[in-house]
């Protein structure tokens, strides 16, 4: 977040893109295992292969070493989650998860509720533990990307109507205070 020449919002676009590949590929095992339930089509084996996948995430890993493989912000990252198995990422996809649905159970509450602000440091350090150092200045980025962001939006929003600009509220109140 904080290395230079750093665009998050292009990063972004290339992660949307590969989800919208996943979930293409989905969409396509979905349909045809409602054909074959129904008779209507032979198993095709094509459709399981995730080369297209591959392919991009490869393509998107050697960009992000190229761009900041010599940052100290990389470094750490890479050191974090090279090890990381499938398992890890699964339980790290939970736990974000997790995070956005409680934040839902607390859009009763405003943004200078101790226990909102306590939402917020759970969630600043498990950014700051899993990923990279998340200091106020990277949350106020990334809480401005929540909601200027569309994919931001729709993926946080999922949890709830307006989600996003409830945590990008929370995360202004923390980082100006």
Same mark, same amino acid.
Request: hydrophobic fraction near 30%.
């Given at each position: 977040? /904080?290395?230079?020449? !750093?665009?998050? @919002? ?6 949307? %893109? @590969? ?7 989905? #969409? ?13 089509? *032979?198993?095709? =084996? ?14 998107? $890993? ?17 050191? $974090? #989650?090279? #090890? ?12 974000? *998860?997790? =995070? !956005? ?11 200078? /509720?101790?226990?909102? *602000? ?6 600043? %350090?498990?950014?700051?533990?899993? =990923? ?5 200045? #990277? ?12 994919? !931001? *939006?729709?993926?946080?929003? $999922? ?7 409830? @945590?990008?509220?929370?995360?202004? !109140?923390?980082?100006?205070?």
């Amino acid at each position: 977040m /904080d290395l230079p020449g !750093f665009n998050l @919002l292009e990063a972004l676009r290339k992660h949307q %893109s @590969l989800l919208l590949l996943k979930k293409e590929r989905i #969409t396509r095992l979905i349909s045809l295992t409602n054909q074959i339930l129904e008779g209507e089509a *032979q198993m095709d =084996f094509k459709i399981f292969d995730n080369q297209e996948i591959s392919t991009m995430k490869d393509q998107y $890993r050697k960009e992000v070493e190229q761009r900041w493989k010599d940052t100290s912000t990389y470094k750490k990252y890479h050191e $974090r #989650t090279r #090890t990381y198995t499938k398992e890890v990422w699964k339980e790290i996809e939970r736990k974000m *998860q997790n =995070f !956005f649905q409680e934040l839902n159970c607390l859009k009763p509450r405003t943004p200078d /509720d101790p226990v909102v *602000q306590e939402w917020l440091e759970k969630y600043r %350090s498990f950014i700051d533990e899993y =990923f990279y150092p998340c200091s106020k200045d #990277t949350l106020i980025q990334l809480s401005e990307l929540y909601i200027s962001d569309e994919r !931001f *939006q729709q993926f946080i929003d $999922r949890e709830g109507d307006g989600l996003s600009k409830y @945590l990008h509220q929370i995360i202004t !109140f923390a980082c100006t205070q």
